[in-house]
């Protein structure tokens, strides 16, 4: 059986610790109706505790004002701990239409967004 086209751009996000950063790696189209997800699991690393919070964004094929939306409330949540890492083509170029990396750290791949200093 064939999966549907929108099958095939479902969010999903793993969830893991590395080096004492929690990462979100998320794939997939985020839109109005597939971005509550991250948004829930920001919430619930903003309730976690401490340490780093890093989205990976590499396998995000399409992302619109809802996920910056959601991204800018985590980034409230959150605070400084909060890093995007290593984003998609599409999503790197909204990231600098909008200017959302004045408010948020991007960094080029994983490591370098959990070595990242956290700010005091």
Excluded at 13 to 34: F, H, K, P, Y
Aim: net charge negative; glycine share 10%; no cysteine.
């Amino acid at each position: 059986m064939q999966p549907s086209p929108n099958e095939d751009r479902a969010v999903r996000i793993n969830t893991r610790r590395e080096r004492g950063a929690l990462v979100l790696t998320v794939s997939g189209d985020l839109d109005i109706d597939s971005v509550p997800p991250l948004g829930r699991a920001l919430e619930a690393a903003a309730e976690d505790g401490s340490g780093p919070v890093v989205v990976d964004l590499s396998g995000v094929g399409f992302a619109d004002s809802t996920t910056v939306n959601v991204l800018l409330q985590g980034q409230t949540a959150l605070g400084g701990r909060l890093r995007l890492a290593a984003p998609s083509p599409f999503v790197r170029r909204l990231i600098g239409m909008i200017g959302l990396d004045s408010a948020i750290p991007v960094r080029q791949d994983i490591d370098e967004a959990i070595d990242a200093v956290l700010p005091s």
